[in-house]
């Protein structure tokens, strides 16, 4: 007997490639939040660098204050302190704005993860209808082959009742007497 072809195998295809395309998507969104949280741990790095120098000079200052020194002196060093403040509230701002990247990236990943498993679904629901259409396929052959087989046996029958060249044949069963 010959199969016939899946009707809905052009859209299986179509689906498994979606599904495809949604798994490098995901790659590549997920690659993407990678880069960005590296990003963020580099701005981290360089605020934490100038909150620490920043940390340092104060103490420089205390240092000075307690030793006793030119208010020329300190108030130089107020100055500085007053650069590296602004300084840190740039990296800070940095940072948040980093901070803001890799949230955006992390939405985009959920997205893209989201996108994946509806093409996994849909995937999966076309397996499912393909297993099916196979099941009824087969039914309708066997359905079928019944049927024939039926009616080759009620023409046996009656080739063997109405012709007498077959009543007399050795597969005919005769009747006792």
């Known amino acids: 007997m010959n199969n016939p072809s899946y009707p809905l195998e052009q859209i299986a295809q179509i689906k498994k490639k979606r599904l495809e395309e ?5 790659f590549e969104k997920k690659q993407i939040l990678i880069k960005e949280q590296e990003k963020l741990l580099a701005v981290e790095a360089e605020r934490d660098k100038v909150l620490e120098h920043k940390n340092d000079k104060l103490q420089q200052l205390r240092d ?6 030119t208010s020329d002196k300190i108030q130089q060093m107020k100055q500085y302190l007053k650069i590296v403040d602004e300084q840190l509230l740039q990296k800070e701002k940095k940072v948040k704005e980093q901070k803001k990247h890799v949230e955006e990236a992390e939405k985009q990943v959920e997205k893209a993860r989201q996108e994946l498993f509806q093409k996994q679904q849909d995937v999966e629901k076309i397996k499912m209808h393909h297993e099916e259409w196979e099941k009824e396929v087969k039914a309708q052959e066997e359905q079928k082959l019944t049927i024939e087989t039926d009616e080759i046996g009620s023409n046996i029958h009656s080739m063997r009742k109405t012709h007498p060249a077959f009543k007399d044949h050795p597969t005919s069963k005769k009747k006792k007497k």
């Open 22 to 26: 949604a798994e490098k998507v995901l």
């Open 64 to 69: 000075t204050l307690d030793e006793g020194t």
